[in-house]
């Protein structure tokens, strides 16, 4: 309507006539809606790329995109925020507008800038958080309760009354109510119901009157004092003192079944059926778009390949690819092994031209032969709480959610010249406040670890690290800083040795009498009766119709890790499933028995999870009380 003229009239007159009589109202002073979510199509394969709305989207880059300290933006192009943005300019200097929308924009990083704006652009703003994220698990996903419009949306919902009136004595009043947590989708709407209008939630003193802080936070507020502690990482020049040179995202596909499986020989047939597919695709594009130009071969490209899932899976890199003739072969010393989710190793097809983000990975690990240990790091914008994960091969960016890696060693991207990846400055920083101690950056490495495990810095930064990269204190005491450097060196040794630990000597009910009894297809908990609900009984695990494991010790779910106890991962995990879209299934039993050579590794690794659980909770409740020097 208002990125250029009508290009319908002649087929739909009477929308023609509505569009037309909306663009000549010179005043609009109520603008209600149930704008759509969605920042793109979710598969290349979709070839359904959203409108373009370059002068609404440069009004977003002028104010939104401009005031954000966050390193992305892509989230401020969501359609529902580009329709707080067109209604907003569209009522003037006074009107209302009522959404219902993605409450993500009250609580995201990305959104910063945007809601400083809306504090500066509206005199009152009215906030009904219906809550619902699924896209959270464990206990969050149950506080978050039921979805408001049930299977049609995973994402959080909120009700916003933003308010322009030019003669309010005060501008930027920011009123806020949670509907509360386990609640069912049901309950939620009678809640909507009882209250019916902002005076219900007034009469029943349910406002919470927010002050948004300097970083535009409106909910979670930052601890100021997490800002005087050394950062992990970040980009050259933001920060004058870095603990690690460098540092990376775990890899991004853009095509996980394919370049994913447990069986190394899957990967290499699927990967090789996938990549010859490409190069004939190439080849059929050539042929016939012989003589355009580079920009018109680009622009030809989404309405000419096959997007057959079964047959590939496009990102944009590779239609970018292909729009210049580039073929690959498939390449076998490309196969590694990953670290896709915690407790789980698979083989990966690791390679730039398949992978759609590999970033600083290869200076991390530059091929299989080379020793390094890394840091896991929940990185920005997190919402299963923070988590930290050490592993010793490359890793997938969802192992830990948005997850960035921390390494001990840098490498050339050939694997030759390796160094310390803790900064000379990093080192002074501690060797400075602790003096007379002879500390390495080995020893600061695992300190960090062990210091990312407390249970009161997590806590007392909680909202500092579901927002910016974690940062790290130097503890009062040399003596707490070898405590919490010695407790990381004992975590990481159970956590990078899980696949040898000794296994818990769990109860195992069994008839199996050969390896192929073995085999796990889906691992799951037998229901019991507890106050009359039917709930899982989690001292006991249903491995397969012929083994059955108990007497698990309920403390061992206390281990965290993702969102989720680290048990649960491996039951999750070590199953056989079929991706919809390609037909590929994943069968862990293939990794036990070729990997492994050992077809009772998942039930194995299940009991082995669960003494490093327990193991880690014990070193974990050992920490010294975190007492801060700075």
């Not at 000549?24 to 209600?32: D, N, T």
């Not at 979710?42 to 409108?51: F, M, T, V």
């Not at 509907?179 to 309950?187: A, M, N, P």
């Not at 056989?576 to 028995?593: F, H, L, M, P, R």
Request: hydrophobic share 35%.
């Amino acid at each position: 309507m208002y990125e250029h003229d009508d290009q319908i009239q002649d087929k739909l007159a009477e929308n023609s006539h509505r569009r037309t009589r909306q663009k000549e109202l010179k005043e609009i002073r109520v603008i209600i809606g149930n704008p759509p979510y969605s920042i793109g199509q979710s598969s290349q394969n979709d070839n359904n790329q959203n409108i373009g709305y370059p002068n609404l989207d440069k009004r977003i880059e002028t104010t939104y995109a401009a005031r954000s300290n966050a390193a992305l933006s892509k989230g401020l192009y969501d359609s529902y925020i580009r329709a707080i943005r067109w209604a907003s300019d569209r009522i003037g200097d006074s009107g209302i507008i009522g959404f219902i929308t993605n409450a993500g924009f009250i609580e995201t990083n990305t959104a910063d800038g945007l809601r400083q704006c809306l504090a500066e652009e509206f005199s009152s703003l009215y906030l009904f958080h219906l809550r619902g994220n699924q896209r959270t698990s464990g206990e969050l996903s149950r506080r978050e309760g039921g979805k408001i419009f049930g299977s049609g949306s995973r994402a959080p919902i909120v009700i916003s009354l933003l308010v322009k009136n030019p003669a309010a004595p005060q501008h930027g009043q920011i009123y806020f109510h949670d509907i509360g947590d386990y609640l069912t989708r049901e309950q939620k709407l009678e809640k909507i119901a009882s209250f019916a209008h902002v005076g219900g939630i007034t009469q029943a003193s349910g406002w919470q009157t927010i002050t948004p802080d300097a970083h535009g936070d409106w909910l979670n507020q930052r601890d100021d004092s997490f800002g005087e502690f050394v950062v992990l990482g970040a980009k050259r020049g933001e920060e004058p003192l870095v603990l690690f040179e460098n540092y990376s995202q775990g890899i991004v596909t853009s095509r996980d079944a394919w370049c994913y499986n447990p069986s190394r020989r899957a990967v290499e047939n699927n990967m090789t059926a996938m990549i010859d597919f490409y190069n004939s695709e190439v080849a059929r594009f050539n042929h016939a778009h012989i003589g355009l130009t580079t920009a018109e071969r680009q622009a030809a490209v989404d309405n000419f390949i096959n997007t057959d899932p079964s047959q590939i899976s496009w990102s944009v890199n590779l239609k970018q690819d292909l729009g210049r003739d580039r073929t690959y072969p498939y390449q076998p010393q490309c196969l590694i092994q990953s670290l896709y989710r915690p407790f789980t190793k698979q083989w990966l097809y690791y390679n730039r031209r398949f992978n759609e983000r590999v970033l600083q990975m290869p200076r991390i690990f530059p091929h299989a032969g080379v020793e390094n240990v890394v840091i896991h790091a929940s990185g920005v914008g997190v919402k299963k709480g923070f988590s930290a994960l050490v592993t010793n091969c490359v890793t997938s960016f969802d192992n830990i959610e948005k997850g960035q890696c921390f390494p001990l060693y840098l490498y050339d991207e050939d694997g030759s010249n390796r160094r310390d990846a803790i900064t000379d400055a990093g080192l002074a920083h501690f060797t400075s406040y602790y003096p007379g101690e002879t500390i390495s950056k080995e020893d600061i490495f695992y300190y960090c670890y062990g210091l990312l495990h407390s249970e009161t810095y997590r806590q007392k930064y909680a909202d500092n690290l579901s927002k910016e990269l974690p940062r790290i204190p130097r503890v009062k005491t040399a003596a707490d800083f070898w405590a919490f450097s010695q407790a990381g060196r004992e975590l990481a040794n159970w956590h990078l040795n899980y696949e040898t630990v000794e296994p818990y000597p769990a109860t195992l009910e069994t008839t199996a009498k050969d390896d192929s009894h073995y085999r796990v297809e889906k691992m799951k908990h037998p229901k019991v009766k507890v106050d009359g609900k039917s709930v899982n009984d989690k001292t006991t695990i249903i491995y397969n119709h012929r083994i059955t494991i108990k007497g698990i010790p309920p403390e061992a779910y206390d281990y965290i890790v993702n969102g989720k106890p680290a048990i649960d991962w491996v039951m999750e995990r070590q199953c056989v499933k079929t991706d919809k879209d390609s037909g590929i299934t994943n069968d862990a039993n293939d990794y036990a028995i070729e990997t492994m050579a050992n077809p009772k590794y998942p039930l194995e690794l299940l009991l082995r999870v669960i003494t490093v659980s327990l193991e880690t909770m014990k070193i974990v409740k050992a920490l010294p009380p975190l007492t801060i020097g700075y």
